[in-house]
């Protein structure tokens, strides 16, 4: 029996009450660019490391990308390497359900039906909003960039989902995603499962490699702040040794070395070492010898991964299939989580639909 079929859109529903093995997860990521270690470290690793136990739902969120002002052609490149990132780190098809949000249309309907709950002031006190509009210039910018938490609340609300594994950024969206779904639910009836962010331990926050006070991000204009996650063995120990160090010399995780507790970081989320441990590792060591050491061990960590998105990329038809499949099986719920939603605010108004 498909989702589908479980759920009828015009079946009462208590989502809570949903008998469930696994908790539903669902996350995304935007094809802006190419991902980042920050991508990497603080989402799409711990998707891989935790699918088996739960019921995981992914997807390349492209209508978010079109929020910045992006070349259409990019924005296709960009896509096709994501989802062939996604598989490349691990995520199963067979077990995930992978898929490009464009391919499902329920999720703009579903952000429509979202606006009329959700307030301007709070989508004005987002930070990663007041980031990107340049600290209050707002000249040219789009209101998709202002309305993004609503199309992420409807992305995250049209799986029932339980968790969304984020780095630390995306907490506050996801908080915001609640509050409209326990305020939908409080006006118009039990609709939605009103989800919890999941924050990684370590590597929830990477920072810029020029900056260590910013985040480390896949948009910004210096190259040499982010590195990719298709960046080669050389350009990675490049940006590394290029990196921004703190002033000293003693290799410590403190609150006054922002960049070298970065580069820790870094290291103990690659390797699996507490800070503590390296930090004495790297007793009477220069900053130069973590940074030599932190090239290799990323270049090691994203050399496999590279070969396989090169395989992925190769054979754009099976790419292609894998994320109808996705797209076919992500419709099958968030169909019925949108009729039920329109049903529940009067625009399902056929007699059927009551
Ligand atoms: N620096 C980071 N450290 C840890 N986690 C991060 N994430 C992003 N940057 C870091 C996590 O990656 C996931 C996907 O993010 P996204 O691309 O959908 O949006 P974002 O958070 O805005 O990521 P970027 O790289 O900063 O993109 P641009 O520059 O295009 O805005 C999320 O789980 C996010 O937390």
Redesign the pocket.
């Known amino acids: 029996m498909t989702e589908a079929q479980a759920s009828p859109p015009d079946a009462p529903r208590a989502p809570s009450a949903e008998p469930k093995k696994r908790p539903r997860v669902f996350?995304?990521?935007?094809?802006?660019?190419t991902?980042?270690?920050?991508?990497?470290?603080?989402?799409?690793r711990n998707w891989v490391q935790g699918q088996r136990e739960v019921d995981p739902i992914f997807c390349v969120?492209n209508d978010?990308?079109i929020t910045?002002r992006i070349d259409p052609e990019e924005l296709r490149r960009n896509t096709r390497e994501v989802a062939a990132i996604y598989l490349a780190v691990g995520l199963d098809p067979e077990h995930c359900i992978l898929f490009v949000q464009s391919d499902v249309p329920e999720h703009t309907g579903l952000a429509w039906v979202l606006n009329s709950v959700t307030y301007y002031g709070e989508l004005h006190r987002m930070t990663?909003f007041k980031d990107?509009t340049a600290k209050g210039k707002l000249e040219g910018v789009s209101a998709g960039l202002l309305n993004y938490p609503i199309l992420m609340a409807a992305d995250i609300l049209l799986y029932n989902t339980d968790e969304?594994?984020?780095?630390?950024?995306?907490?506050q969206h996801v908080e915001l995603c609640r509050d409209v779904a326990i305020r939908f639910n409080g006006l118009f009836g039990e609709t939605f499962v009103v989800p919890k962010p999941v924050i990684?331990k370590v590597?929830?926050?990477?920072?810029?490699l020029d900056d260590p006070t910013r985040?480390?991000?896949?948009?910004?204009p210096n190259a040499g702040s982010?590195i990719l996650l298709t960046d080669g063995p050389d350009v990675i120990k490049k940006k590394l040794a290029r990196a921004v160090t703190d002033s000293g010399s003693e290799i410590l995780a403190t609150p006054d070395k922002p960049a070298i507790t970065n580069l820790l970081t870094i290291a103990s989320a690659l390797t699996g070492k507490p800070i503590p441990q390296l930090q004495e590792a790297y007793v009477g060591k220069m900053y130069g010898h973590l940074k030599k050491d932190l090239g290799e061990l990323v270049s090691e960590t994203l050399k496999p991964i590279q070969e396989k998105v090169a395989t992925y990329l190769a054979d754009p038809a099976q790419l292609e299939a894998i994320l109808d499949r996705g797209a076919e099986r992500a419709r099958a719920i968030a169909g019925p989580t949108l009729a039920l939603a329109k049903k529940r605010i009067g625009l399902g108004w056929k007699a059927a639909a009551r």
């Open positions: 996350s995304g990521v935007k094809p802006t660019g991902l980042t270690l920050g991508n990497y470290l603080g989402a799409l969120v978010h990308a910045i990663q990107k969304v594994p984020v780095g630390e950024d995306q907490k990684p590597g929830a926050r990477i920072m810029s985040k480390m991000e896949k948009s910004n982010y």
